[in-house]
């Protein structure tokens, strides 16, 4: 699925509700909960807190889709092409960090 048509499955969805999408500032904020939600998987997953033993299994998937959505809903709210606000992060990343980080040789690279 291409970005712009995420953004559309979303907006598809939220446009049945006529309370629409929430406003920014709550955007923010559920972002974080799903950040939260997130971030304790990976801990019980790779960190130094397993799970208890009654607690369900997590889906550090589910959960960054959890973010994408959100992020979604944010990027329609304020009516943000995420694929053009992804396109010019990768350019920065890509001019200003070409060098800051050190590159894999590729088999038929030499020196």
Aim: net charge negative; proline share 5%.
């Amino acid at each position: 699925m291409e970005i712009d048509e995420l953004q559309q499955r979303v907006h598809e969805y939220i446009s049945q509700f006529e309370e629409g999408y929430f406003s920014p500032m709550t955007l923010v904020v559920r972002l974080s909960e799903e950040l939260g939600e997130l971030a304790r998987e990976i801990n019980h997953t790779y960190g130094e807190k397993p799970k208890k033993p009654e607690e369900a299994p997590g889906n550090i998937a589910l959960e960054l889709g959890d973010l994408l959505f959100v992020i979604a809903c944010m990027a329609n709210r304020l009516d943000i092409r995420l694929d053009n606000a992804f396109r010019d992060v990768m350019l920065k990343f890509e001019t200003r960090d070409a060098c800051r980080w050190t590159k894999i040789s590729g088999p038929d690279e030499t020196g």
